[in-house]
C-alpha cells in the first residue's frame, strides 16, 4: 500500500512564495512520473507540473517561469516551489505519483490536498 503525505499549503500576499511537499511511504519499488494538481473555487483539476522519472519537466503555461518542480528519488518524494505567487494560483493542490509496488503491482495515488490562497 501507498500513501502520499502533503505539506506546504499556507496564505501569502500576492508576489510571495510557498513550497509544497508530498512524501510517498509504503512498499514502493519505484515511481515514475510525479505530478502536482490544483483545483481552484469553481474549477476543474489542471495539471500544473510534472517531472519524469529522469529529469524532463512540464509546466502549464500560466506558472512557466515562477513555478519549479523538484523530486528526491531517494526519498520519493516530489516538491513545488512556487514564487510570484497571483490570486488565480489560490486552489487546493495535489500531488500525483504512479509507479511500482515491491509485489510488482501498478499504483497511481493522489494526496490529500493542501491549500494555498492568494490574497490580492
Known amino acids: 500500500q501507498v500513501q502520499l503525505v502533503e505539506s506546504g499549503g499556507g496564505l501569502v500576499q500576492a508576489g510571495g512564495s510557498l513550497r509544497l511537499s508530498c512524501a510517498a511511504s509504503?512498499?514502493?519499488?519505484?515511481?515514475?512520473?510525479m505530478e502536482w494538481y490544483r483545483q481552484g473555487p469553481e474549477k476543474q483539476r489542471e495539471l500544473v507540473a510534472r517531472?519524469?522519472?529522469?529529469?524532463?519537466?512540464n509546466y502549464v503555461d500560466s506558472v512557466k517561469g515562477r513555478f519549479t518542480i523538484s523530486r528526491n528519488n531517494a526519498e520519493n518524494a516530489v516538491y513545488v516551489q512556487m514564487n510570484s505567487l497571483k490570486p488565480d494560483d489560490t486552489g487546493t493542490y495535489y500531488c500525483?505519483?504512479?509507479?511500482?509496488?515491491?509485489?510488482?503491482?501498478?499504483?497511481?495515488?493522489w494526496g490529500q490536498g493542501t491549500l494555498v490562497t492568494v490574497s490580492s
Open positions: 500525483h505519483l504512479g509507479g511500482v509496488t515491491t509485489s510488482g503491482v501498478v499504483f497511481h495515488e
Open positions: 509504503g512498499t514502493i519499488f519505484s515511481v515514475d512520473g
Open positions: 517531472i519524469a522519472s529522469g529529469v524532463g519537466t
